[in-house]
């Protein structure tokens, strides 16, 4: 096995090196998030799926080979869910089975099912040519790739379009050879045999959100407020399906002159930011920088429509209830099947970038809030502290923060 010092981060290939791979017929592995399936495929563009590459999948992968294509290319070849009403966990998209009727007998091969692959990603194939149900099994990406689903179908398509083929990919889950799944360290040594790329999902994600424009702005207004003066700018996310849900950015001056702009990145809490709630420190910190940006002349505060860390008002609440029977804030996600922190900073940044910042000052206690905003272009010169004072009903809340999460609360020499 690997030593330990080889570390999951250290041993990714590039994407842009797997996207050179891609685009000349070789495989990939790529693997999901801990937290998701854990777990690596092979994956390569079906346009150039041969026996030679299916039957390595069969022999050494071991898992199903499928063929991820999209919403468009489903439709075009005919092909409908396989239930009506998915069970699976993940939400992959199978469609009904399928073979290629012209030159297949059986379609078992891996001749006959490189043919079925090379015939689902091409744009002239109909719906006619395929038998029902078949040995290929087609998976239906969802419309804006890895950027709206996080899994090995969505990747698939995603990189075969990348590397400027059909948008079409084969992909098999690798298996070890007593019939457990292969994890990370499993598929280290199986890269290394075999001579083949590692890329992780999330690094899919950041390079695509890098490069790709997910939001607009929809509306700019004055809004006066008892801290002063801000020019609103509502942004909405175009990968987000509900159309009125806006991030909105409150700018006091022009902040498109000058470095160092002092800016915080707020993410929703209606019970803190809206009614006040004492279990929390959101409100205080909203208000506290609403009044340095205007004490400051010039500014931004971003507010996020990320509530409960990302994981939505009604989590949250159910969040709260295990915390009144015992949890900290950090048990309790996790209990509910949440990370303790799901809160991304890719739309965060394209709203700063859009509004002509690209250097800043942050105002927060998070030192996770300056790594994800760093890692999608964004400098940050400075961290500001934002200090709330802590009552009777969060401190509790504040020091799992402080002890699990990394905030530098300092609560040591608030509480003295």
């Known amino acids: 096995m690997v030593n330990i010092v ?54 050494y992968g071991r898992g199903l080979v499928c063929v991820p294509i999209t919403e468009k290319q489903a439709a075009r070849v005919g092909l409908t ?32 099912r490189a043919m079925t692959a090379r015939a689902l990603s091409d744009r002239g194939s109909s719906a006619d040519m395929f038998m029902r149900p078949g040995h290929i099994f087609p998976l239906v990406a969802r419309s804006g790739g890895v950027l709206r689903r996080s899994g090995h179908t969505e990747a698939a398509v995603d990189l075969a379009s990348m590397a400027g083929l059909e948008p079409a990919g084969v992909i098999c889950e690798i298996i070890k050879d007593d019939g457990s799944m292969a994890r990370f360290p499993d598929l280290i040594e199986f890269s290394k045999k075999h001579g083949l790329k590692v890329i992780s999902i999330q690094d899919l994600i950041r390079h695509r959100t890098i490069r790709t424009k997910l939001v607009e ?58 009614f006040g709630s004492l279990r929390c420190d959101c409100g205080p910190q909203l208000h506290s920088a609403l009044s340095m940006v205007e004490k400051e002349g010039k500014g931004v505060v971003l507010y996020m429509r990320q509530e409960g860390r990302g994981i ?32 991304d900073y890719g739309i965060g940044a394209q709203v700063l970038q859009d509004l002509g910042l690209s250097s800043i000052r942050l105002l927060t206690n998070n030192p996770l809030k300056v790594v994800g905003l760093e890692g999608y272009g964004i400098t940050i010169t400075e961290r500001v502290p934002l200090v709330i ?15 699990q999460m990394g905030h530098l609360l300092h609560l040591k020499d608030l509480l003295k």
């Open 312 to 343: 939505g008002l009604l989590e949250k609440l159910k969040a709260y209830k295990l915390q009144e029977e015992g949890m900290d804030t950090v048990e309790a996600n996790v209990a509910l099947g949440h990370k303790p922190d799901l809160r």
């Open 217 to 274: 702005k929809v509306a700019e207004i004055r809004l006066p407020t008892e801290y002063g003066d801000f020019q609103a700018h509502a942004y909405r996310s175009l990968l987000d399906d509900q159309v009125d849900r806006l991030h909105i950015a409150l700018v006091k001056g022009d902040v498109r002159e000058g470095d160092s702009i002092l800016v915080r990145v707020h993410s929703e809490c209606m019970t803190g930011d809206v």
């Open 389 to 403: 004072e802590p009552n009777v009903y969060n401190r509790r809340y504040l020091s799992t923060k402080e002890d």
């Open 81 to 112: 869910p396989m239930v009506e009403r998915g069970g699976d966990r993940q939400g992959t998209a199978f469609t009904v089975s399928v073979d290629l009727k012209e030159g297949t007998s059986t379609g078992i091969s891996a001749e006959e």
């Open 6 to 59: 080889e570390t999951r981060d250290s041993f990714l290939s590039s994407i842009d090196e797997a996207i050179e791979d891609v685009s000349q017929g070789k495989m990939v592995i790529v693997v999901d998030d801990e937290e998701r399936e854990n777990e690596g495929d092979l994956v390569m563009a079906a346009q150039y799926a041969t026996a030679q590459s299916i039957n390595f999948m069969i022999r």
